[in-house]
């Protein structure tokens, strides 16, 4: 079942914690959005409202009863599976030289990872469409990791580890789920810790830097942090 458009664009939001302004895929429902409070846009991006949060929270609930719940929890467990492999990977790549031999090794962890989880994945991606795109975008992150190593991890670009982490929060939110608290992305020696849920904006002065998401682990997303989190450091 394909979600109504206002549902997608809030639950694109709500995984990914902010899109960027050319990454809007329904322009004219994103500004409906915005223009009912829903929905923030700043020099950065947009992000979800808190209001935003709740309506979110409330449609995909009233929705919940209509998905194949048990094709998203057989696809979670795989995920779950898989991610100490993916994890470990991730880690090992963070705390490396970035030589090239090791970059193919992290890429052969990596595809390991998602060759355990893709059959059950692709099974959820056709029963609930919204889950649809994550093995191809993994999949391409791991292509383009080939020529360019920021696929791998980087939250500058659409890499592994960034729909990784996507992925595993949209089956948490279909499901109606709370992030585990030992999932492996809290602690501080953990994957969290090295590569935590960021995205890179632009400094003003001609660079990035890297901010955190308005939602985090151990937040509930109907109250996320203030949305000036979102602001760069000062010069």
Do not use: K
Request: charged residues 25%; proline residues 10%.
């Amino acid at each position: 079942m394909t979600l109504p458009d206002e549902l997608a664009q809030l639950h694109i939001l709500r995984t990914r914690g902010l899109v960027l302004a050319d990454q809007v895929t329904d322009p004219a429902t994103m500004a409906a959005l915005e223009a009912d409070g829903l929905v923030l846009r700043n020099r950065h991006g947009l992000v979800l409202t808190p209001p935003g949060y709740r309506r979110h929270r409330r449609m995909l609930s009233d929705l919940r009863s209509t998905l194949p719940l048990d094709v998203v929890r057989d696809a979670y467990a795989a995920f779950v599976a898989a991610n100490p492999i993916v994890e470990d990977a991730c880690v090992a790549w963070q705390l490396s030289s970035r030589e090239v031999g090791t970059a193919r090794e992290i890429s052969r962890m990596l595809r390991d990872g998602l060759a355990g989880a893709s059959r059950p994945l692709d099974r959820a991606g056709v029963a609930v469409p919204h889950l649809a795109p994550y093995p191809d975008r993994l999949r391409a992150a791991l292509t383009m990791s080939e020529h360019d190593r920021r696929f791998l991890t980087s939250p500058a670009v659409d890499s592994f580890h960034s729909v990784w982490f996507q992925l595993e929060e949209d089956l948490l939110v279909t499901l109606g789920l709370e992030r585990p608290e030992d999932d492996g992305h809290h602690g501080s020696s953990d994957l969290h810790t090295v590569l935590p849920s960021a995205v890179p904006v632009d400094d003003g002065r001609g660079g990035a830097t890297v901010v955190p998401l308005p939602v985090g682990p151990g937040r509930d997303p109907a109250t996320p942090g203030p949305l000036s989190s979102l602001e760069p450091p000062p010069p």
